[in-house]
């Protein structure tokens, strides 16, 4: 019975090991790879989650090793040695990661129940509340909601050269005044269709600029008049201000121009700092784009704004004998 345990509590400690580190990778892979997220806060967050896990998967193989310890088969299996005193030293060592395991545990309980508070608080949808934030001119929200706005930026040049669209010239932009953090790439339906731009402005707030041409990936998109009040060149435009404290905010600006989706936000709540100007301005600023498929069929005018929203694109005009030729590449765009 005690081999039996013991064996139980090391190939325990092993595979949650092993299980920690491929949910490590997945997850590490997932929020940099595909969302962009900062690699040091990704690799922090991970770090604080793996603590717990691992001091379990220590205890267990700690557990399991002396269960088997008095056998001689396990130890010559196990360590060749019988099990010697701990050192002074490695007793503080284990008792400095048991400390260290114990705080991240209460750090880690701690958000999870601040974030399950702020997640299941309905207050925040009430009549009251939105009155409250027309008001304010600012919307309150968890922290888990500003996570999509946090994103990682690599080379420029070479996140531009694998781009399916030729993006904003911003050389004669206010945004050449700024320095650039670099930029990453979205691929929208295996299409390099979206670009994130990130730039340092001299008062310390962070801005970032998102392109998505969606005549490269054949995305569609629709908006409610009633949602864009603002206007960006005589276009209309959405402004959502977010805040979770004073000092952790994301106001975002977005609009339309043509098939480009412009997106442009900022870490800083301009309901509450001097900001809104200079952030219409910097859209303002941007040149008129050059879609990646000028010759693709228009949006249907007739019907209901649903009905145009859901309605398939004309098939494109080409005689008979292409059309099978067509057919096996149903996924190309029609300008390639």
Known sequence: MKKSAGILFL?????????????????????????????????????????????????????????????PAAQRQLRN????????????????????????????????WTAFECASDRSRFTPAAEAQARKDGFTRVCKSDLSRYDISFGSLDRAIRTLAFTPADLTRTP???????????????????????????????????????????????YRRAGDEPERINGLRARLNVMEVKPGQAVSHLSWVEGRRSY????????????????????????????PACPNEPPEPTGGTE???????????????????????????????
Not at 326 to 335: D, N, Q, V
Request: aromatic share 8%.
């Open 11 to 71: 190939s325990f400690g092993h595979l949650l090991n092993i299980l920690v580190l491929l949910a490590a990778v997945v997850y590490a892979f997932g929020l940099i790879a595909w969302m962009h997220a900062p690699v040091s806060g990704v690799l922090q967050t991970i770090a604080m989650a793996a603590v717990v896990p691992f001091a379990v998967a220590w205890g267990c193989r700690s557990a399991g090793r002396h269960a088997l310890s008095g056998m």
């Open 81 to 112: 040695t019988p099990l010697a005193p701990l050192s002074p030293l490695k007793k503080c060592l284990r008792i400095g990661a048991g400390a260290v395991a114990l705080v991240a545990g209460i750090v880690l309980a701690r958000n999870a």
């Open 175 to 221: 945004f050449a005044a700024f320095k650039s953090l670099g930029g990453s790439v979205e691929s929208i339906t295996d299409v390099p269709s979206r670009l994130y731009r990130g730039f340092h402005m001299p008062d310390g707030h962070r801005l970032t600029l998102s392109e998505h041409d969606m005549s490269a990936d054949g995305v569609r998109t």
């Open 263 to 290: 997106e442009l936000w900022i870490d800083a709540n301009v309901a509450r700092e001097p900001l809104r100007a200079q952030l219409f301005a910097l859209a303002a600023s941007l040149p008129k784009s050059v």
């Open 306 to 336: 649903w009905e145009r929203f859901t309605a398939p694109p004309p098939p494109p005009a080409m005689p008979p004998n292409m059309q099978a030729a067509e057919m096996k590449h149903a996924t190309a765009r029609p300008c390639r």
